[in-house]
């Protein structure tokens, strides 16, 4: 008699309660212990859906067909008994980690909280082995598990995710996206880690990603899937050699490309900023020893009126401070330079003037559906900044407005009464997009808009970009850690490390010639990076 793969899926079909189309059909797949499966397809293809469906974390949806755990049937199983099946047989690395973690929880805590549940471990040594957890992941720094989820940036929220899923000792780790908000080099010690992890213990991975060159270097099996049906499974080097099937083929062919409009000469400088820097209170043992510790190194630079300038560089290096000073959103610590939007002080300005000009300058965040709010519908979410900016306006004008905003980014008019959980990650980002667009600013600050996205998916939304960017004469600031996306939508890129900017110059001039040894890492780590494109 053989032994049945770990999991299997038999033509398993997945129907949200109250749709008449089923979101998954007849998927039929097998995992064997120890082995790594990759699952790749746009953007609402089906493939989150699937993941949380082997969990079952979604109370409204219908599933037929069958789905099985080392023979055993998992559908009917009894509440009561998912909860050893959660986090100990099966563990799920999540895609968006500020919605998945507690942010009321230190992250330390959940990890051991992990620990705790499933190998029944005192406070102490479960601490120790969150710690441990932490380390593997490239966090070394013990102190980071005494911090709120809000205090970590994306990638380190990402890695904390990770340790948690590793921390019940899995049979199957599920990976939704589990590098997307890593930049390329902590991407490939993830990667390594997942491996190494794989190998140690029989661990058997699902991998669920849009980055094909990822899937590439980790997985021995790649399944396909287009509107919610398997297209192709095969062997990894066999697909991407020879793909059978033209959406395989297609996904294979998509990059972006380069779409960045041209700045019009003399173009005038919509944001001027000189010695912008920040520092957070690191505190010591006791509240009164208190200091700041600085993040964010004193820098300067403009931004002209239709040009997009990118800043990158790795996870924790200060991109995302960099956004939240310029907006004066950080609460705490103290930022000090002078920020100069419109020949206004922005730096300067307090209460209604400074809510007034905010107008001007809009964050696009890097997780849609963290920014979201789930409570709202999409009209309320989008028509939110002109009850502030526009309170005049009536209810059928706002809704006018608003219609008219969905359509300018790609989404139809009927979907005012859904809530954001309904819509796909690319479909999140343009509702996140078409919020800060309402209030008409000149300046947007795009924080890793494309980074859950998948390759075809991201040409799109930065097609539409540059569009909105030509019609509207729009400045973008683009944090990113993709340098194929700077190479499609950027003019100057400013690089930097550990709160320092190391490099800047136009994307060009910097891709072609980077002269600084950080910058040349970044480079030669990005495979979706493509010097020829520039010319």
């Not at 890593?182 to 190494?196: C, E, G, S």
């Not at 206004?344 to 905010?358: D, E, H, M, N, T």
């Not at 809009?362 to 920014?371: H, I, R």
Request: aromatic residues 4%.
């Amino acid at each position: 008699m053989s032994t049945p793969p770990l999991l299997a899926l038999e033509a398993l079909s997945l129907q949200f309660a109250g749709h008449a189309t089923p979101v998954v059909r007849e998927v039929t797949l097998s995992i064997a212990r120890g082995e790594k499966v990759a699952l790749v397809g746009e953007s609402g293809s089906g493939k989150s859906v699937l993941a949380r469906a082997l969990l079952q974390l979604d109370a409204g949806l219908q599933c037929q067909g069958q789905i099985r755990l080392e023979g055993q049937p998992l559908l009917g199983v009894p509440g009561v008994n998912w909860r050893q099946i959660r986090g100990h047989r099966i563990a799920m690395i999540f895609q968006e980690p500020m919605s998945a973690l507690n942010p009321l929880q230190r992250v330390g805590q959940q990890i051991a909280e992990v620990v705790q549940l499933h190998r029944g471990w005192p406070d102490a040594q479960a601490w120790q082995e969150a710690a441990r957890l932490l380390a593997q992941t490239g966090i070394h720094d013990a102190a980071k598990l005494q911090r709120y989820p809000h205090q970590l940036s994306g990638g380190q929220r990402q890695r904390v995710m990770i340790a948690m899923a590793l921390a019940g000792e899995p049979d199957l780790l599920i990976a939704d996206e589990p590098t997307t908000a890593l930049d390329v080099t902590v991407q490939a010690q993830i990667l390594a880690l997942l491996a190494q992890l794989q190998q140690q213990r029989g661990l058997a991975v699902l991998l669920i990603s849009h980055d094909l060159h990822l899937v590439r270097r980790f997985a021995e099996r790649v399944a396909v899937m287009q509107q919610g049906q398997l297209v192709e499974v095969a062997a990894t080097e066999t697909l991407f050699q020879a793909p059978r099937h033209v959406y395989t083929r297609q996904l294979l062919a998509a990059r972006p490309q380069r779409v960045a409009p041209a700045v019009a000469a003399g173009a005038p400088v919509q944001l001027a900023v000189q010695g912008l820097s920040h520092a957070y209170p690191a505190p010591g043992r006791w509240f009164w020893q208190s200091r700041l510790q600085t993040q964010l190194q004193p820098l300067d630079f403009s931004l002209a009126q239709g040009e997009t300038l990118a800043i990158v560089g790795e996870s924790g290096s200060g991109k995302t401070t960099l956004a939240l000073a310029l907006l004066r959103l950080l609460a705490a610590g103290r930022s000090s330079g002078e920020v100069r939007c419109f020949a206004q002080v922005f730096s300067a300005l307090r209460g209604a003037a400074l809510a007034r000009a905010r107008r001007h300058m809009q964050l696009v965040f890097q997780d849609p559906f963290a920014s979201l709010s789930p409570r709202q519908t999409v009209l309320e979410l989008v028509e939110e900044g002109l009850l502030v900016h526009a309170p005049a306006l009536s209810a059928a004008e706002r809704r006018e407005r608003v219609c008219a905003v969905l359509a300018e980014v790609g989404l139809p008019a009927d979907i005012l009464g859904r809530y954001p959980h309904a819509f796909s990650g690319g479909q999140r980002q343009r509702l996140a997009l078409a919020r800060a667009l309402i209030v008409e600013p000149q300046i947007l600050l795009l924080d890793e808009p494309t980074s859950a996205l998948d390759a075809s998916m991201q040409q799109q939304v930065l097609s539409l970009l540059a569009t909105l960017q030509a019609r509207r004469g729009l400045s973008y600031i683009l944090i990113t850690h993709d340098l194929a996306v700077v190479q499609a939508l950027a003019h100057q890129v400013l690089v930097l490390k550990d709160g320092v900017v190391v490099e800047r110059g136009p994307v060009a001039q910097v891709f072609a010639q980077p002269q600084q040894a950080y910058t040349q890492q970044l480079l030669q780590a990005s495979e979706g990076y493509a010097p020829e494109a520039l010319n």
